[in-house]
């Protein structure tokens, strides 16, 4: 199977495109600036230079592949809103509307549980209230993306499949360091908790849904088997500051975690890394 991979030079593409080559996969890449793909096309990646920005340059890149694989996005801390809702929503669909075009079989597009809100009162479901709206663009954006290609599911028959992830870590990735500004930023709380998934098991997860049939149109959650409160994930990295002393009481013990049966129940998924705590003692944090 050929796969075209965008955003593979991003924290989740830079670690997934190599795990896709190693199972055999012939993989071409969307980015920006060849320069940056040197390693990957090293490793046997096909290069191919566009923009999400730029709908010329999408049926070249679609053009001969089977499956897509939509990983690239503008992040919820930059303050371009506007770049954020053109790249995570307009991008999406243009990428979309291309591989309709160029009868490209599977078309996977990597969201986020951020799309979630809060005061559901149980772990965030598949179909769980998402506000396009949401006046966080990075949210609303994916949120919106993820509405109009189910649209394309039911109008244009396209086999999309939406995997919300939760926080990736780990294989060296900054991530967990580099959002401590953030939760001090937003004052979150000590006890709120966080539900992660490793590099390992976002792969696992792809290449389960680029592998198994019967699967278009739906939506699935993937995390790991224990949400880390923020106060650990914080002691790990030694910025227990970032909290307020006087943050009061957790309103929503549930916000932040997600319901992954579906995954589990549909796809047969297991994590293959369970915890913060087991990557931690397999040195692969």
């Given at each position: 199977?050929?796969?075209?991979?965008?955003?593979?030079?991003?924290?989740?593409?830079?670690?997934?495109?190599?795990?896709l080559?190693?199972?055999?996969?012939?993989?071409?890449?969307l980015v920006?600036?060849?320069?940056?793909?040197e390693?990957?096309?090293?490793?046997?990646?096909e290069?191919?230079?566009?923009?999400?920005?730029?709908?010329?340059?999408?049926?070249?890149?679609v053009?001969?592949?089977?499956?897509?694989?939509?990983?690239?996005?503008?992040?919820?801390?930059?303050?371009?809103?506007e770049?954020?809702?053109?790249?995570?929503?307009?991008?999406?669909?243009?990428?979309?509307?291309?591989?309709?075009?160029?009868?490209?079989?599977?078309?996977?597009?990597?969201?986020?549980?951020?799309v979630?809100?809060?005061?559901?009162?149980?772990?965030?479901r598949e179909?769980?209230?998402?506000?396009?709206?949401?006046?966080?663009?990075?949210?609303?954006?994916?949120?919106?993306?993820?509405?109009?290609l189910?649209?394309?599911?039911?109008?244009?028959?396209?086999?999309?499949?939406v995997?919300?992830?939760?926080?990736?870590?780990?294989?060296?990735?900054?991530?967990i360091?580099?959002?401590m500004?953030?939760?001090?930023?937003?004052?979150?709380?000590?006890?709120?908790?966080?539900?992660?998934?490793?590099?390992?098991d976002?792969?696992?997860?792809?290449?389960?849904?680029?592998?198994?049939?019967?699967?278009?149109?739906?939506?699935?959650?993937?995390?790991?088997?224990?949400p880390?409160t923020?106060y650990?994930?914080?002691?790990?990295v030694?910025?227990?500051?970032?909290?307020?002393?006087?943050?009061?009481?957790?309103?929503?013990?549930?916000?932040?975690?997600?319901?992954t049966?579906?995954?589990?129940?549909?796809?047969?998924?297991?994590p293959?890394v369970?915890?913060?705590?087991?990557?931690?003692?397999l040195?692969?944090?």
């Open positions: 199977m050929k796969i075209l991979v965008t955003g593979a030079t991003g924290k989740v593409g830079s670690r997934l495109v190599p795990r080559l190693a199972k055999g996969y012939k993989v071409r890449i920006r600036d060849a320069a940056k793909a390693d990957l096309a090293a490793l046997g990646a290069v191919a230079t566009g923009d999400l920005f730029d709908a010329t340059t999408l049926p070249a890149a053009e001969g592949v089977e499956a897509v694989i939509h990983l690239a996005a503008l992040f919820r801390t930059f303050t371009d809103n770049g954020i809702i053109k790249t995570n929503h307009a991008g999406t669909i243009a990428l979309a509307d291309a591989s309709i075009d160029a009868n490209v079989k599977r078309f996977i597009f990597v969201s986020t549980g951020n979630y809100g809060s005061g559901y009162g149980h772990p965030a179909d769980d209230f998402v506000n396009i709206n949401d006046p966080r663009a990075y949210s609303s954006s994916k949120a919106a993306a993820e509405q109009e189910l649209e394309l599911h039911k109008t244009k028959n396209l086999d999309v499949r995997l919300r992830l939760g926080f990736v870590y780990g294989d060296q990735d900054p991530h360091p580099e959002i500004p953030l939760l001090k930023k937003m004052k979150r709380h000590s006890g709120s908790r966080m539900h992660m998934v490793h590099h390992l976002v792969a696992q997860a792809l290449i389960l849904l680029l592998q198994q049939n019967g699967l278009d149109g739906e939506v699935f959650n993937i995390c790991d088997d224990a880390i923020l650990e994930l914080a002691e790990s030694g910025a227990v500051d970032v909290f307020h002393e006087d943050e009061g009481p957790l309103n929503d013990p549930f916000e932040g975690i997600l319901d049966n579906k995954l589990r129940k549909v796809t047969g998924f297991r293959l369970p915890s913060f705590y087991v990557a931690r003692d040195d692969i944090l």
